[in-house]
């Protein structure tokens, strides 16, 4: 099924332990995000990449990275876990940042526990 | 700073009663306005987009309405059934050239048999 695909869908680190969030979508999007969803807070953006080869801080990035590896698949990565970054990671992606009627398409989360 | 709110936090309703879903917003200088559904553990599904230059758009039993000069968006969800109990989450894309989503803290809806 065409969308976007997230992995992993549950994980537990340690403080200080790095990890790389990955998402592909095989929808020929241009634009890619990364939002975390907690509780009390809804969702905010962490990073963007409005086209491949770009990619632009969000609301909320410090303590991550991102890497848009090609137009498929843009990854996101903890350095340092922190009790702090504990949340649900959703990725999604629009055609054209989306302006177009077509919207957004969102993965089915990452579930992060830093321990 | 473009604000989005959604009221109310949660809604519990007998099963075919029709109801409304509110979202406002602050700035009205919005491309578009989207409505996601979130089951509880899952991801967000997208129901309807409402284009800035669009008054509503409807999906089967869905209805949604956008009012730009008012800051507020509805949704409508007319004969309602248990298989509806989600939350509802209200997203604005705003005039930037980022193509951020704000996003509402959402509905939690839960209908009863």
């Known amino acids: 099924n065409a969308g976007v695909t997230q992995t992993p869908k549950f994980q537990v680190l340690k403080t200080g332990q790095s990890m790389t969030l990955q998402c592909a979508q095989d929808?020929?999007?241009?634009?890619m995000y990364w939002y975390r969803q907690d509780p009390g807070m809804g969702l905010r953006l962490i990073y963007y990449s409005a086209s491949e080869g770009t990619t632009d801080k969000g609301e909320v990035p410090n303590g991550y990275n991102v890497s848009r590896l090609n137009k498929r698949e843009f990854s996101l990565r903890l350095e340092s876990a922190a009790p702090s970054q504990t949340s649900v990671y959703f990725c999604?992606?629009?055609?054209?940042?989306?302006?177009?009627?077509?919207?957004?398409?969102f993965g089915s989360g990452t579930r992060l526990t830093v321990v | 700073k473009q604000e989005v709110t959604q009221i109310p936090a949660a809604l519990s309703v007998p099963e075919g009663e029709n109801l409304v879903l509110n979202c406002s917003f602050t700035?009205?200088?919005?491309?578009?306005l989207q409505w996601f559904r979130q089951d509880p553990g899952k991801g967000l599904t997208s129901l309807l987009l409402?284009?800035?230059?669009?008054r509503e758009q409807t999906s089967g039993r869905l209805n949604a309405s956008l009012d730009k000069s008012s800051g507020r968006s509805t949704l409508y969800i007319a004969a309602s059934q248990p298989g509806d109990s989600a939350t509802y989450l209200c997203a604005v894309h705003g005039s930037s050239n980022t193509g951020k989503l704000i996003f509402g803290q959402g509905t939690t809806l839960q209908v009863k048999p």
């Open positions: 929808m020929n999007h241009n634009s």
């Open positions: 409402i284009q800035s230059s669009q």
């Open positions: 999604a992606s629009s055609p054209d940042r989306g302006r177009s009627g077509s919207g957004y398409t």
């Open positions: 700035d009205s200088a919005i491309y578009n």
